[in-house]
């Protein structure tokens, strides 16, 4: 894209170039042609020379037009490709923070069974021990009563 701006300008800069370079030759071509008197030619050389300028200015509007358009369009491109860029990236955080968040969940969620799961054991195995405890206080006064 840059590279044809830069033909672009280039071309234009060539065009206006060589507008006022052959409005020049053609002065002086005519200054040497011209039958007329030193006073008409100067009189004919100066209108020649305020329509170069004229001309001139009106190519700088131009080419400065040109550039200001460019330069326009360069900025609201960029603009647009940058709020599309936060536009996507925000996207991206907010589907990569629910998926965190779900997982984080799914993870609590798995952690808390599985602490369930090792109460209902433990609470299993003091049951089993205070049966046993009490089956051998129980044997041991049965003892000491027998004896």
Known sequence: MENKR??????????????????SMGIVAGMLLAPNSGEE????AMNQA???????NEKIKEVSTKVKEAYDQT?????????????KAKEAYDEALYHTTAKAKNTVTNVKEKLEDAEDVLNQQLEKER???????????LKSTTT
């Open 75 to 87: 900025v609201y491109q960029a603009s647009t490709k940058a709020k599309e860029a936060s536009t």
């Open 6 to 23: 830069e033909r672009n300008n280039n071309n234009l800069s060539r065009t206006i170039f060589a507008v006022l370079a052959g409005t």
């Open 131 to 141: 049966t046993v405890n009490t089956e051998k206080s129980i044997n041991k006064r």
């Open 50 to 56: 305020k329509d170069l300028k004229a001309l001139a």
């Open 41 to 44: 030619s100067r009189k004919k």
